[in-house]
């Protein structure tokens, strides 16, 4: 899976309705990101390979199921 780009830029509204721009790099280009895809409706998971995405999922499973037993 390719990284992410190390600069990001995310434009939006403060609580008075006033434009904010934020730019980061690194570290916080990553949260940014990150953050951005969650109000896109983006998961972590969505962005796996589908085998690798299968894989969580199936040990997510068999955990569940694991403490659902008394």
């Known amino acids: 899976m390719p990284g992410r780009p190390d600069l990001a ?3 939006g509204f403060d ?3 006033a434009p ?3 730019h980061g790099t690194g570290v916080l280009a990553r949260c940014l990101q990150h953050e951005c895809d969650h ?3 983006m998961l972590y998971l ?7 995405r299968e894989a ?4 997510f499973r068999e955990r569940q199921e694991a403490a659902a037993q008394p």
């Not at 969580?56 to 040990?59: D, P, R, T």
């Open 39 to 41: 109000l896109d409706g």
């Open 46 to 52: 969505d962005r796996l390979p589908a085998a690798a």
């Open 15 to 17: 609580l008075t309705g």
């Open 56 to 59: 969580v999922l199936a040990e």
């Open 9 to 11: 830029t995310c434009h």
């Open 20 to 22: 904010v721009t934020v």
